[in-house]
Structure formats: structure tokens, C-alpha cells
């Protein structure tokens, strides 16, 4: 038998040691089987739907999808991307929520976070143009399922609540503006606020509730606040669930055309 | 033991009645165990079969109720001989008169009291006529009349429909497994869409302007991005239609309720053009108005040209500014 190398003993010791490790009862605990994480894994079809069927991830995609919904051009990702987005903006917007008090001091906040937080005017950028972005994917988003008539029977109530969905990223957009309580924010709430109050009949109930007076204040700020961090996330959570309930419920993916 | 759906139930004991040529209620009783089950001849029917090769395919559907002679020859059997059932005790003596080929009519008009027409009794490919069959089913050994001369050429053991007991609801879809073929693709632009993120983020900053203060009013103030179009409605018409009618009424009412004013089945672009028209007319509009808003709109909300007066839009400040 040829003579190791020492190189070669502890290669194949690491070797021995990961194999070990993978196949031991604390990383069969974590994943179930079926996993490509544990030892053993092969490519089979039996294999593949375990790796769907025995993870959480099964709530949210069936074993098998059509084979045209899978190219990238059919949905560009854009629906998959908005709940990115919408997770990214979770993590970003809790980690923010450490430094930020939605009172008189919240400019003195922003201005701390961006100059003498590490890492802190990224976060901020991220959770910000993220919005944008998110925003814009929702909507491309709803476009996408226009053009390929993917809201007709059954998937109409779905589309209903596609529309909801887009309505309250824009409501949790519209209510982040306002946090950095800059000039910027301030005004744009304002000029938001305003159109709001041509409401008919109720207009004025309808600024001044979301006022919590007569113009943006700080009461406005901490009102904002809540519908930005905990209402409207609330209620998107939901009402996300339901989407990706009803798309799986109504046939997965729409098509081919 | 296990329920057998009645009318399952029937429909055998309908198909044993015509073979053993008793009555329905009796093999119902049979197969329930409430009485002795008929004994089966011996006698081979394949013979009988075979002997008795006939044309009755030539045999026209309506002879059966024609009165015939007595002498008819065999290739003139009729409908009512083929699908007559047999008495065991009978189809005994039947070989000895093969040679004869003599036939006994049974104009199906003599069938005793017509039952209701059964679809069992009627489905095979065999040429089955309802009458005789619901004579086989109805009538009691002894009024069937199975005269000596009766050739018989061939028995029904049982009626098979032709449709198959499950039908299937839906085509079969060619699908692929979401793991590897979606979850990778989706992997992939999860990781492209961080990474442009956190790019985006590095290089552009985030504007942030001096302290609120609601006495200095900028001009002009405007907006989010995404409510501009509205705004730059808000500049031509009266604030009710423009700033709440449009959005409200067109914006969430209509727009919720496309798919139900929208009925046509169609997915395919060429079959909805006035759909397709519609939708991109409207991205068009709301696209120009927003742009207008965000960059051809000045102090006092007047026209500027980008390339000339400037930028005002804050929400852009570092992009404007990014070299």
C-alpha cells in the first residue's frame, strides 16, 4: 500500500471527521431526510421531492410545478422577488428600529445612524431603496400577471387581494416616508395628506385621523410609526399568506399562454 | 362485510338472471345467500358457440318483431334466439338438435309483461333488443317459453358497460421538480437581487435634508415617487376628481374588479387586444405623468426642462448628483 503524506492523513481525517459529523445524530436532528445537507445525499427523484416535501419550504411550493413556469422569462421572479424584498425590509427595518425613537429626537437619529453607527447609513440605504424597489417589483409584478391574463378564473379573488397587496406596500412606503422627519418627509406626507383630504363627505375625518391633527406633527410621526412597524406589516403578513395560499389552492402557476 | 352499492348489486343480478334464465329477485336472493343457488349445466356453451357460428350480424335491428315462419332457415335467426337465455336443464337437451337447425320463432311481441328498459340490459356490442331482454329478466321460468326447437347459439354471461368506471378530470401536465429547477432559479435572483441591493446601497445615499419644520414650506413640495401621476393630475383638475375620484374609483374599485369585468376566457395576447390595449394604455399614462412630475415640475409646479433648470426632486438628490 502506497505511503501517505502527512498531507494526505489530514485530508483524509477532515474528510472522515465531516463525513462523521454530517451523518451523526445532531445534523440528522436538524435535517430531515431527503436533505441534500445530509450524508448520503443523491440526486433522485425520489430525492428531489423530499427535499420539497420534507421542508418548511413545502408550505409554499408544491413537489412539481409546470415546466413553462419555470423559465425565468415567463415570471422574471418578480412575485418571489417582492417577498424578498418584503423580508429584506423586515430585517432592515427591525435592525434600524434599534436606534431610531419616533419623537422630536428622530432627526437626531438618522443623523447618528448614517455618521457614528457602523454599518448603519448602509442599512438605512438598503431599507430605503429597497422600498423603492419593492414597490416598483410589486408592481412590475402586477403587470406581469396582466399581460398573461393570469388573474382570469379561477385566480380572480387572487388577483383581488394582488391589488390589496399592492395598496398597502404603498401605504407602508407612503408611512416610512415620514420616519426620517427631514424636510423631504415632512412635505411629501403633507402633500400626501392633503390629497387625502379632498375626500368626499369624509375628507376631513380622513386627514385628521391620519394627521392625529390638523397638520403633520410628531403626533403624526408616532402614528406613522405604528401603521410602519406593526399595523400594516401586520396586516400585509396576512394577507400575503393568503396570496400564496390561494396561488398553489388555484392551479400554481397560470399558463401556458 | 362490505356494502356493495345497491344499484351495483342490480345490475349483477340482473346480468346472472339473463344467463341462468331466472328471475332478477331470485338471484338477487342467490347472491344475498337467502336461497340455494342455481346449478350451472355442465354442459360446455363454448360447443354451442362454435356449432352455431351465424350470421346475425346481417340480421336486420327490426326483424324481431316480424311473425316468421317456423322454417326458416338459420342464417334467418333473429335477435330474440340469440339473446334468448338459457335453462341449464335445457341447453342440455339443445346439442341433439343442432343437426336439425330448426327454429322456433319468438316474436319478441309474445315477451310477457315489458319491464322497464335497464341500460345494463342493453349495452353490450351484442345486438340486444330491450323486449326479450326484459322478458329474460321478468319472467319466471315458466313463462319464459323455451320450446325444444330453440337453437341456442351463444349466452350472455354478463354485461360489461362501455364506459370506464373513472373518468378522468384533467390532462396530465408536464411538470418538473421544484427542486432543483425552480428553487435554484429563485436562489440565483435572491442572491442578484441582494447583491444589487447592497451595490445600490454603497454607492447611492440616501437624502436627508435639514430638520422638519412645518413653517418653511419648499417649493415646490412634492410627493413620493409613486403618488407624482396623481399629483400631476391634482394640477389640472378640480382635487375631488383627481385627487380621489381617479385613484379611488379607478385606482381600487375598477382595478379590483378587472377579472370580473373582464369574462374573456382568453390568456392568449392575440384573443384580448382590447385588454392588453387597455392595460398598456394605462401604464403608459400613469409612466408619463409620473415622469413629468418627478422631473419636468419646477417651483410653483410650473414646467422645467431637466437640462436646463434642474432637478427638483429631492427623494433623488444623490442620483441627480452621482457622476
Known amino acids: ?257 | 362485510m362490505v356494502d356493495i352499492p345497491e344499484h351495483l348489486l342490480l345490475r349483477t343480478a340482473e346480468a346472472r338472471a339473463k344467463a341462468l334464465g331466472i328471475s332478477v329477485e331470485q338471484a338477487l336472493a342467490e347472491m344475498k345467500g337467502q336461497s340455494e343457488p342455481t346449478i350451472i349445466s355442465k354442459e360446455p356453451d363454448a360447443q354451442l358457440l362454435e356449432e352455431t357460428a351465424v350470421q346475425e350480424a346481417e340480421v336486420p335491428k327490426s326483424e324481431p318483431d316480424v311473425e316468421k315462419p317456423k322454417e326458416e332457415p338459420a342464417a334467418e335467426k333473429t335477435e330474440s334466439e340469440v339473446i334468448t337465455p338459457i335453462k341449464e336443464e335445457h341447453a342440455a337437451e339443445t346439442p341433439q338438435k343442432v343437426a336439425a337447425v330448426t327454429i322456433e320463432e319468438k316474436p319478441a311481441a309474445k315477451a310477457p309483461a315489458p319491464a322497464p328498459e335497464k341500460p345494463a340490459a342493453q349495452a353490450p356490442a351484442a345486438k340486444v333488443s330491450a323486449p326479450p331482454a326484459a322478458a329474460a329478466k321478468n319472467g319466471a321460468p315458466e313463462e319464459v317459453d323455451f320450446a325444444p326447437e330453440v337453437k341456442v347459439t351463444q349466452r350472455l354471461l354478463t354485461v360489461v358497460k362501455a364506459k370506464p368506471i373513472q373518468k378522468p378530470v384533467a390532462e396530465p401536465v408536464d411538470k418538473v421538480n421544484t427542486w432543483p429547477h425552480l428553487m435554484l432559479p429563485e436562489f440565483v435572483s435572491l442572491m442578484a437581487m441582494t447583491a444589487f441591493l447592497i451595490l445600490l446601497s454603497a454607492i447611492l445615499q440616501a437624502p436627508l435634508l435639514e430638520e422638519a419644520n412645518p413653517n418653511v414650506t419648499p417649493n415646490p413640495a412634492k410627493a413620493p415617487w409613486y403618488f407624482l401621476g396623481l399629483q400631476e393630475l391634482l394640477s389640472y383638475w378640480d382635487p375631488q376628481i383627481a385627487g380621489v375620484m381617479i385613484p379611488l374609483v379607478l385606482g381600487v374599485v375598477l382595478w379590483m374588479a378587472f377579472p370580473y369585468i373582464d369574462r374573456n376566457p382568453e390568456t392568449n395576447p392575440s384573443k384580448r387586444k382590447f385588454a392588453i390595449m387597455f392595460y398598456t394604455f394605462f401604464l403608459a399614462g400613469a409612466g408619463v405623468l409620473t415622469i413629468i412630475g418627478v422631473l419636468f415640475r419646477g417651483p410653483g409646479w410650473n414646467w422645467t426642462y431637466p437640462w436646463i433648470d434642474g432637478i427638483w426632486f429631492d427623494d433623488l438628490l444623490d442620483w441627480i448628483h452621482f457622476e
Open chain 1, 1 to 257: 500500500m502506497q505511503k501517505l503524506s502527512l498531507r494526505d492523513k489530514i485530508k483524509e481525517a477532515r474528510i472522515s471527521a465531516a463525513d462523521s459529523f454530517r451523518g451523526g445524530k445532531l445534523m440528522s436532528s436538524i435535517f430531515r431526510p431527503g436533505s441534500p445537507f445530509r450524508k448520503g445525499y443523491v440526486d433522485s427523484p425520489r430525492n428531489r421531492s423530499y427535499v420539497v416535501m420534507n421542508n418548511v419550504l413545502y408550505h409554499l411550493h408544491p413537489v412539481k410545478v409546470k415546466r413553462h413556469g419555470v423559465r425565468l422569462s415567463y415570471t422574471l421572479c418578480l412575485g418571489g422577488l417582492s417577498f424578498f424584498l418584503f423580508i429584506v425590509l423586515t430585517i432592515t427595518g427591525i435592525w434600524l428600529m434599534f436606534y431610531f425613537r419616533p419623537t422630536e429626537l428622530a432627526y437626531v437619529d438618522i443623523q447618528n445612524l448614517q455618521t457614528s453607527i457602523a454599518f448603519g447609513s448602509l442599512v438605512r440605504n438598503m431599507h430605503r431603496w429597497g422600498a423603492h424597489l419593492m414597490v416598483l417589483v410589486v408592481f412590475l409584478h402586477m403587470s406581469r400577471v396582466f399581460y398573461h391574463g393570469a388573474y382570469k378564473a379561477p385566480r380572480e379573488f387572487n388577483w383581488v387581494i394582488g391589488v390589496i397587496l399592492l395598496l398597502l406596500t404603498l401605504l407602508l412606503s407612503f408611512t416610512g416616508y415620514l420616519l426620517p422627519w427631514d424636510q423631504l418627509a415632512i412635505w411629501a406626507v403633507t402633500v400626501g395628506g392633503n390629497m387625502a383630504g379632498y375626500t368626499p363627505v369624509i375628507g376631513a375625518q380622513a386627514k385628521f385621523g391620519l394627521f392625529a391633527g390638523l397638520e403633520a406633527t410628531t403626533a403624526t410621526l408616532l402614528r406613522f410609526y405604528v401603521l410602519h412597524v406593526l399595523f400594516l406589516p401586520f396586516i400585509i403578513v396576512i394577507f400575503m399568506a393568503v396570496h400564496f395560499w390561494r396561488v398553489r389552492k388555484d392551479g400554481g402557476i397560470s399558463g401556458p399562454l
